[in-house]
Structure formats: C-alpha cells, structure tokens
C-alpha cells in the first residue's frame, strides 16, 4: 500500500532547494533596488535640468520667461471660466394677488403638466401612498384657469391655495407651490 503523503525527496537535498531559491529571492531584491536607485537618480537629473533650464531662462530672457508664467495664469482663468455656466435656473413666479386668476402648469415637467392640489401647504414630500392619498384634493389639468385664495410660506417655499374654475376639480380648493401659477 502506497502512502501519497510519504515526502519522496531526501531532507538534505529540501534544504539544498530552499537555500538556492532564497539565494534568487535576495538577487531579485538587489537588482530591483539598484533599478529603483536609478530611477529615482533620473528623475532628480531631470528635475535639476528643468530647473535650471528655469533659471536660465528667468536670467537671460525675462520677458519670455514671465511670459510663460502670465500665459499659464491665462490659460487656467479661462478655464475656470468657461467650465462653469451650467447652474440651476430659478424659475420667474409672477408677483401674486389674492382674488386674480392663473393658469396652473407644472414647470418641472417638459412642456408644461398637470398640478397635484393638497390639503394643506408644505405636503408636497409625502412618500408614503396612503398618506399621499388622504392629502390629495385633486390633480387640475395642465393650463386650467384658478383663482388664487390664499399665499403663505412653510420651510422657505410659497405655497398658493387655490380654487380651479374648471374642469374636474372646479369648486374645489387645495394647495400648490407659487412656481405653478402662470400668468
């Protein structure tokens, strides 16, 4: 019966193998720092040329030299200027009196859409279905005419209750953000 597990190589030659490879390990570890000394001699060879490249310019060609420096600053300005640009825009809400009419459109919506009225002002958040359910008094169809009842303010947004005076919601009063209100 033969035992796989049975080491089959002598204990003297094991030893003459591991010997020999950390021999290789510790040759690959000197050959590796010489190159990084290399490296590292290169790049402060290089680093010394440019500066003193600089210095030279900087001595004998100023007005190049500061040149150089004002058209880098340039470059970087017009960059920084030229990336911004993209912000939010803020939409116009019309000055607002109580007793005039408005069209309700939704500006978050291409093209304009339909207005979701609520119970109360500041609802707007509510995520969770049924709590939005029992908040909502109606959604008025993109471009209905309503009248504006009443204006406040909850947690820096102007909020209109409002009563459309047409279609299905007509008669019937609930609370929108300012921002759908048109003229």
């Keep these: 019966m033969s035992n796989e597990n049975e080491n089959t190589t002598p204990p003297n030659e094991g ?3 591991k010997e020999t490879v950390e021999e290789k390990v510790e040759e690959i570890k000197e050959e590796v720092e010489e190159k990084v000394e290399e490296v590292k001699e290169e790049a402060a060879e290089q680093a010394s040329k440019l500066a003193e490249t600089l210095t030279r310019l900087r001595t004998e060609k100023p007005l190049v ?18 990336s911004g640009g993209g912000g939010v825009q ?6 607002l009196q109580v007793g005039q009419t408005y069209k309700l459109v939704n500006p978050n919506v291409t093209g304009g859409g339909d207005v979701l009225l609520l119970q109360a002002p500041g609802r707007m958040g509510a995520t969770d279905p049924e709590l939005r359910a029992k908040e909502q008094v109606c ?20 909020y209109a209750k409002v009563e459309p ?19």
Excluded: H, R
Excluded at 139 to 158: D, F, H, I, P
């Design 15 to 17: 030893e003459g193998l």
């Design 139 to 158: 959604v008025v169809k993109a471009g209905t005419s309503a009248k504006l009842v009443e204006q406040t303010v909850v947690n820096y947004v102007k």
């Design 90 to 95: 803020q939409v116009q809400v019309p000055p």
């Design 65 to 82: 030299f500061y040149g150089g420096i004002g058209a880098v600053v340039v470059v970087i300005l017009l960059l920084v200027l030229m």
């Design 165 to 183: 005076q047409e279609g299905d919601c007509a008669g019937k009063q609930g609370w929108t953000p300012v921002i759908n209100l048109k003229q």
